[in-house]
């Protein structure tokens, strides 16, 4: 069974202190990992597609990186309006391509 | 371009009822997939239609059930409401066929509370 794990829960940082998101995950013949920005009460949004290890993609201050066991999304210099739940996920692309999400990280910048 | 779009925004129900959630896909997408997500958790797969067939279910009893339309606007239908089933309810869409996984873009949810 596939199962993703994020990690911290929750973070809390000052405006401007960079930090990174970890998802490990344990899938057979991972086809795609995403990440999602999730706000309260909203549906995910969509940031970044990674497909094979040793890949990268940057959005504004976020980058995502990615290896054979797990995915960091790096939040360079953030700003408050970075505040949001972070969630991660995996497809085999098999039939029904599901999404398989971890738990999500809880990211808190204060001004 | 026209995004994901539910409806209800919020519902209250009792155990024991019925619900109808409603979702309409992103323009040019052909596939709609449903999952669950309960306060502070990850979103759970339900289930997933591709073109009008139900392509891939998650570990959600037969009461939990689905269509999709010619238009490949979809409805969730969830039968006998147990109070566990209050949740957010949330439909993404994709363009999907021969290339790979593509990545689904999500609703703004349904709020089911099950009194």
């Known amino acids: 069974e596939d199962q993703v794990t994020q990690s911290p829960e929750a973070l809390r940082l000052q405006e401007g202190e960079s930090s990174s998101l970890n998802c490990s995950y344990t899938?057979?013949?991972?086809?795609?990992l995403f990440w999602y920005r999730q706000d309260p009460g909203k549906g995910p949004e969509f940031l970044f597609t990674l497909y094979s290890a040793g890949e990268e993609k940057e959005k504004e201050r976020l980058k995502a990186t990615l290896t054979k066991k797990e995915s960091f999304l790096h939040i360079t210099a953030p700003k408050p309006e970075d505040s949001a739940t972070y969630l991660c996920?995996?497809?085999?692309?098999?039939?029904?391509?599901?999404?398989?999400f971890g738990g999500g990280t809880r990211v808190l910048v204060k001004p | 371009e026209t995004g994901v779009t539910q409806s209800p925004t919020h519902l209250i129900k009792t155990r024991g009822q019925q619900v109808t959630l409603r979702c309409s896909s992103q323009s040019g997408h052909n596939t709609v997939s449903w999952y669950q997500q309960a306060l502070g958790q990850g979103p759970q797969f339900i289930f997933q239609y591709y073109r009008e067939e139900e392509n891939g279910r998650g570990n959600f009893p037969p009461r939990f059930s689905g269509l999709q339309f010619p238009n490949y606007s979809s409805e969730l239908n969830v039968n006998a409401l147990e109070l566990d089933d209050s949740a957010l309810y949330l439909c993404?869409?994709?363009?999907?066929?021969?290339?790979?996984?593509?990545?689904?873009?999500f609703g703004p949810g349904t709020r089911l509370t099950v009194l």
């Open positions: 899938v057979s013949g991972l086809r795609g």
């Open positions: 993404a869409s994709s363009l999907d066929g021969a290339g790979g996984p593509r990545e689904q873009f």
């Open positions: 996920a995996v497809t085999r692309g098999a039939a029904g391509n599901k999404l398989t």
